[in-house]
């Protein structure tokens, strides 16, 4: 007798932080995850009990996002832990998450900052999407992670947002050149969310708290749990037919 093979979403940088909070409600809707990280293993593997604990299947790979040269390795690594843990050769949703936070003045841009923010935030989501998308499954989907700074301007992010323009850019091309595959491409835009992403530099400060508070409709600073249970809705069947879209999850930041 067969079975269902269960869906699976990989998540880049999902040891925190967002990627946290993403595969723990992305694990609700029944999917199994693999998540991966840049330097934390002891941090990966606690979300992996913690799937785990939710009856689910879950594992940690290291990646870095901003070395190109090591996805083909990657792809062989993920190959073999489909098969090996979850009895499948391929996956259904890849969330392209992980990131750095990087904030200065446009005078004060180095050539150096700006290739560290290129490679992780476009260059690297652009090649491991195009190395993946071959054992992604027809009928599944692509989620990017972009940023509310491409609709509004803050002072020291303009590197930053401007890779995460190139990704919705990205986005719409990928959903228009696979959708014959059934599969969907879509961003998410998170606002200002107190992470310690960046340094935690809206944790920490109470001043920028108070001031992205005064610009948001809903009156407060975003959090990793605001974020996640979008993600977790794209990679269901109730959001097959959102497409090629730019979702802003900002509690209405700057209306």
């Given at each position: ?46 979300v992996v009990e ?164 005064s610009v948001t ?39």
């Amino acid at each position: 007798m067969s079975t269902i093979q269960n869906k699976i979403a990989v998540i880049t940088g999902g040891s925190r932080g967002l990627g946290r909070d993403m595969a723990l409600r992305i694990t609700e809707r029944g999917l199994d995850v693999i998540i991966t990280y840049n330097s934390n293993a002891e941090e990966a593997l606690k979300v992996v009990e913690l799937v785990k604990q939710q009856g689910r299947k879950a594992a940690a790979l290291p990646l870095n996002v901003g070395d190109i040269k090591g996805f083909s390795s990657f792809r062989e690594r993920l190959t073999e832990m489909l098969t090996t843990v979850f009895d499948t050769d391929h996956f259904d949703f890849l969330v392209n998450n992980a990131g750095i936070g990087g904030y200065q003045l446009i005078g004060e841009v180095t050539e150096d900052f700006f290739d560290e923010l290129y490679n992780i935030h476009f260059k690297g989501v652009y090649f491991l999407t195009q190395e993946l998308i071959p054992v992604l499954n027809d009928g599944g989907g692509i989620i990017n992670v972009s940023s509310g700074l491409t609709r509004v301007t803050f002072p020291r992010s303009s590197a930053y947002a401007a890779m995460k323009g190139a990704i919705e850019v990205f986005t719409r091309y990928v959903a228009k050149e696979f959708g014959s595959r059934g599969i969907r491409a879509n961003t998410i835009a998170p606002g200002a969310i107190m992470t310690d992403f960046g340094n935690a530099h809206l944790k920490n400060s109470e001043d920028s708290q108070k001031m992205v508070s005064s610009v948001t409709a809903l009156g407060r600073p975003g959090v990793a749990e605001d974020i996640g249970g979008v993600v977790a809705f794209l990679c269901s069947e109730d959001a097959r037919w959102v497409n090629g879209q730019r979702i802003e999850i900002s509690g209405g930041m700057q209306l």
